[in-house]
Structure formats: structure tokens, C-alpha cells
Antibody, heavy 121, light 107 residues
Framework: EVQLVESGGGLVKPGGSLRLSCAAS????????MSWVRQAPGKGLEWVGR??????????DYAAPVKGRFTISRDDSKNTLYLQMNSLKTEDTAVYYC????????????WGQGTLVTVFS | SYELTQPSSVSVSPGQTARITCSGD??????VRWFQQKPGQAPVLVIY???ERPSGIPERFSGSSSGTTVTLTISGAQVEDEADFYC??????????FGGGTKLTVL
């Protein structure tokens, strides 16, 4: 059974940096598309960015609020997804979820339990 | 920009049918997914490709599509179905969008 476990969340001051990790168990990671989605306290889901599988081109895309500050990467040899967050703002405070899926045609769509990032001064 | 619009809340009694809509121009061309999120938990996929149900999701969950509006229907809603529901689409090759979410109350 595939599972996703996020780590790396915590408290950080505005302007600071943090790197989140998402470790996947199972053998499907390299073929999967991986996304980061965040949820501010009491708010809805917000897409952060996505990295396609290498076989599908490996394209990386970001939502406008994080473009230029956040970087998504993956290490398929370690079954791990990363989110490097720089120049953090108070509005980046949220639970960050990683998501594993295979594109819109497929019904497998797995999320991790989330990791909380709090940006405050 | 692309937007998906959902009602903020829907309320039904147990055993009744709950319908949650999601509207957006992009939905005429792109598939929608529906996610259920219970308090303190990660979202769970309940519908994909507008109408398909993943394995393990109860048959009372169904989806339909008409033009620029898609609908999630829960037939015979149960108390344990109470949750926030989000529609989702990828309107562009480099963009993904969630609806604002609908709080379903079953009481």
C-alpha cells in the first residue's frame, strides 16, 4: 500500500526559508505526478505546484503566489518529493500536503497527512 | 484566471439526497475531480473524470456534468458523509484550481 509522509514543517520568521519533504512508500513514485497543496487555517485548498514524472517530461509548474520563491524537486531514487520555500511570508502559513496522482484520467489520488508551516514574527 | 464556484454550504437530513454544484467556464472542456475532507484529515478523492468513482468509494456518491456545471450527488446521505467537499480541475497544462469548498451538514 502506497503511503505519503510529509516532514519539515515548523515555525519560521518572515523572509526565512524551510524545506519540506514527502516520502513515498511503494514502487509507483517514479511514474507519478506529484503536487503540493496547502490549506491556510480555516480556509480552503490552494494548489502550490506540481512536478510531472520524468517519463511525461518532468515539467514543473507553480501557482502565481509562490512562483519565484518556492522550488519543487524530486529524487526518484529516494522516492521523495521536496518543496524548498524561500522568502516566506505570513500568508504562507498553512498545512502543506503532498499529493501523488497519475493525471486526470486515472482514479488513484493519494494525499499525505500534511505538515504545518507557521510564518510569524 | 480560472475560477470554480461552489456554494458555501449545503444541508440535508439523513437519508435525503445532497447535491453540490461546481461552476466554471473551463468545465466545458476539462474534467472535474471531487475531494471530501473531514476535520483534521487529508482530502480523499470521491469522483474523477466528472462521473467516475474510485474503488472503495460508496455507490451513493455520483457525479454528473452539464455544460459548465458539474454536480456531486450523495444519494441517501449519511451522518458520516458530513465534510467539506472541493471540486478541482486542471484548466491549463500549467495550472490547477480548487473550488472554494462546500460544507455539507447532515442532521
Amino acid at each position: 500500500e502506497v503511503q505519503l509522509v510529509e516532514s519539515g514543517g515548523g515555525l519560521v520568521k518572515p523572509g526565512g526559508s524551510l524545506r519540506l519533504s514527502c516520502a513515498a512508500s511503494g514502487s509507483t513514485f517514479s511514474n507519478a505526478w506529484m503536487s503540493w497543496v496547502r490549506q491556510a487555517p480555516g480556509k480552503g485548498l490552494e494548489w502550490v505546484g506540481r512536478i510531472e514524472s520524468k517519463t511525461d517530461g518532468g515539467t514543473i509548474d507553480y501557482a502565481a503566489p509562490v512562483k519565484g520563491r518556492f522550488t519543487i524537486s524530486r529524487d526518484d531514487s529516494k522516492n521523495t518529493l521536496y518543496l524548498q520555500m524561500n522568502s516566506l511570508k505570513t500568508e504562507d502559513t498553512a498545512v502543506y500536503y503532498c499529493r501523488l496522482w497519475f493525471g486526470e484520467l486515472y482514479g488513484f489520488d493519494l494525499w499525505g497527512q500534511g505538515t504545518l508551516v507557521t510564518v510569524f514574527s | 484566471s480560472y475560477e470554480l464556484t461552489q456554494p458555501s454550504s449545503v444541508s440535508v437530513s439523513p437519508g435525503q439526497t445532497a447535491r453540490i454544484t461546481c461552476s466554471g467556464d473551463v468545465l466545458a472542456k476539462k474534467y472535474v475531480r471531487w475531494f471530501q475532507q473531514k476535520p483534521g484529515q487529508a482530502p480523499v478523492l470521491v469522483i474523477y473524470k466528472d462521473i467516475e468513482r474510485p474503488s472503495g468509494i460508496p455507490e451513493r456518491f455520483s457525479g454528473s456534468s452539464s455544460g459548465t456545471t458539474v454536480t456531486l450527488t450523495i444519494s441517501g446521505a449519511q451522518v458520516e458523509d458530513e465534510a467539506d467537499f472541493y471540486c478541482y480541475s486542471a484548466p491549463d497544462n500549467n495550472l490547477e484550481v480548487f473550488g472554494g469548498g462546500t460544507k455539507l451538514t447532515v442532521l
